[in-house]
């Protein structure tokens, strides 16, 4: 099943990347998060203009990630950063 809604970062997160590694900085809840260069490309590809199906099919080419489980980690995580308010959903 593909999933057609929009990541976005939130708007009053800071990020830099590190050797491919993301830093967040979230002011509104003090807090500093590591993600890890998978969760970094998923950040990276989360500027509004892709589904969570398109970064999923991204994540198969870049990391070696069998397809049929792409779709369900990329939903799966950002759906974390959802409930962090680190991120926010849009349907397209």
Same mark, same amino acid.
């Given at each position: 099943?593909?999933? #057609?809604?929009?990541?976005?970062? #939130?708007? /009053?997160?800071?990020?830099?990347?590190? /050797?491919?590694?993301?830093?967040?900085?979230?002011?509104?809840?003090?807090?500093?998060?590591?993600?890890?260069?998978?969760?970094?490309?998923?950040?990276?590809?989360?500027?509004?203009?892709?589904?969570?199906?398109?970064?999923?099919?991204?994540?198969?080419?870049?990391?070696?990630?069998?397809?049929? #489980?792409?779709?369900?980690?990329?939903?799966?995580?950002?759906?974390?950063?959802?409930?962090?308010?680190?991120?926010?959903?849009?349907?397209?």
């Amino acid at each position: 099943m593909s999933d #057609h809604r929009i990541p976005k970062r #939130h708007p /009053d997160t800071a990020f830099r990347i590190f /050797d491919g590694e993301a830093v967040i900085i979230s002011p509104t809840q003090n807090m500093v998060r590591m993600l890890n260069p998978t969760g970094s490309r998923i950040w990276e590809l989360a500027d509004g203009s892709r589904s969570i199906a398109e970064i999923a099919a991204i994540l198969t080419e870049e990391f070696e990630v069998r397809p049929e #489980h792409a779709p369900k980690s990329a939903r799966d995580f950002v759906l974390a950063l959802v409930e962090r308010d680190l991120m926010t959903l849009n349907s397209d």
